[in-house]
């Protein structure tokens, strides 16, 4: 169960807090459709070479990073965002710290 505030206005980048050398995260909304999450990776992380069943949706709040799908590069940063198809491939890695906002839904 979350236990973030709801019918509250969020400062969504303020919710999870950067720790050197780490990636953390804070699970915003969870459901069985689906689930938003949020990351703060410190510059030099990652999340290595995955797949997943489902559609995922990364929004970049601030910062910079560099996001593979199926061996392709994507830079992105803070006010974009790129869609990661489901059953293809996909890394994460932070070229300068960065927050994300995850959405994904099961369907």
Same mark, same amino acid.
């Given at each position: 169960?979350?236990?973030?505030?709801? #019918?509250? =206005?969020? !400062?969504?980048? %303020?919710?999870?807090?950067?720790?050197?050398? #780490?990636?953390?995260?804070?699970? *915003?909304?969870? %459901?069985?459709?689906?689930?938003?999450?949020?990351?703060?990776?410190?510059? %030099?992380?990652?999340?290595?070479? +995955?797949?997943?069943?489902?559609? !995922? /949706?990364? @929004?970049?709040?601030? $910062?910079?990073?560099?996001?593979? *799908? !199926? %061996? @392709?590069?994507?830079? /992105?940063?803070? $006010?974009?965002?790129?869609?990661?198809? #489901?059953?293809?491939? +996909? #890394?994460?890695?932070?070229?300068?710290?960065?927050?994300?906002?995850?959405?994904? =839904?099961? !369907?």
């Amino acid at each position: 169960m979350s236990t973030t505030p709801k #019918a509250q =206005i969020l !400062a969504m980048a %303020g919710l999870v807090d950067y720790q050197a050398g #780490a990636v953390v995260s804070r699970q *915003i909304i969870k %459901g069985e459709s689906g689930n938003v999450t949020l990351f703060a990776f410190d510059e %030099g992380q990652e999340l290595s070479e +995955h797949t997943t069943p489902f559609d !995922a /949706l990364a @929004q970049v709040l601030e $910062g910079q990073v560099e996001i593979k *799908i !199926a %061996g @392709q590069p994507f830079a /992105l940063k803070a $006010g974009e965002g790129i869609v990661m198809p #489901a059953d293809q491939p +996909h #890394a994460v890695f932070a070229t300068k710290r960065f927050k994300m906002l995850l959405t994904m =839904i099961r !369907a």
